[in-house]
């Protein structure tokens, strides 16, 4: 308590704004979400980080970044008459970059509009 | 700079090799500024040939095949313990599943990924052919269609069989 006051509040606050807004869309989070938008037009996309759920692995204990986890849901008509696999490569391709560089984890949902309306 | 003279500085004083120009922290610093067409197709050249052969085999030589990090009874990832769980729900005999630890040896770790065009562990083959990683298992496993799919392939004993052998 004595150490955090000698900063002025609103040092503090910035600090804490700062570190909530990357784990909310820190700058894999952006390219992800940008370019799945842009090769994907989905009419639904949820990307979700668990990085912190992972960051006491073994795998992860030399790794700083906070963007390691992922999880997207993607609805778009591009997976029309595409298999699972498929639709999974098509995802993994697009993000190719960020799978090799950063992102050790990525989990994918990936429907058609056809299959949501479907199931519900 | 071209890629290439990047390259060729990075090589300098080695025997010029896939592996030297791979294995080098320099291409992996690069990539992250380099994503050229020319720097993926040299990423596929990873695999080795006696390497591809070995998993050829392996694949086909075993109903059911799972590249994982860890091993059955102690996976080392949250992913490869789910499709060991799924295999147990489908009632899929464990021990004749071929698991391959990939954590014990890197060339296969990196080697797998090229090998089923695939970026993540685990994987799993079914009668040679490549089925998906652990978010196509659990969706097949609720949608019934992995049931379908081992019942086919002969690889769990139906209902009624089941109740012949009581």
Sequence with gaps: MIRLSLFPKSIRTKFVHNSRKMTEAGPIYQNIQRKLTEALNPTSLEIINESHLHSHHQAMKDVTSKETHFRVSVVSEHFEGKNLIQRHRLIYELLNEEMTTSVHALSIKAKTSKEISESS | ?166
């Design chain 2, 1 to 166: 700079m071209s890629l290439r003279s990047l390259t060729r500085l990075a090589n300098l004083g080695r025997p010029f090799t896939f592996n030297n120009l791979l294995t080098s922290s320099f291409i992996k610093n690069v990539n992250n500024e380099i994503r050229s067409p020319l720097a993926s197709s040299i990423l596929c050249r990873y695999i080795s040939d006696s390497l591809k052969k070995t998993l050829d085999e392996t694949v086909q030589k075993n109903d059911v095949v799972l590249f994982m990090k860890g091993t059955p009874e102690i996976p080392q990832c949250g992913f490869s313990r789910a499709v060991v769980q799924i295999f147990q729900a489908q009632g899929v005999d464990l021990s004749k599943v071929k698991t391959l630890n990939v954590l014990e040896d890197h060339e296969l770790r990196e080697g797998v990924k090229e090998y089923s065009q695939w970026p993540t562990v685990p994987q799993v083959y079914i009668k040679g052919e490549f089925i998906g990683g652990c978010d196509i298992m659990l969706n097949m496993h609720q949608s019934g269609d992995l049931e379908e799919l081992l019942l086919k392939q002969g690889l769990v004993a139906s209902d009624e069989e089941l109740e012949k052998e009581e």
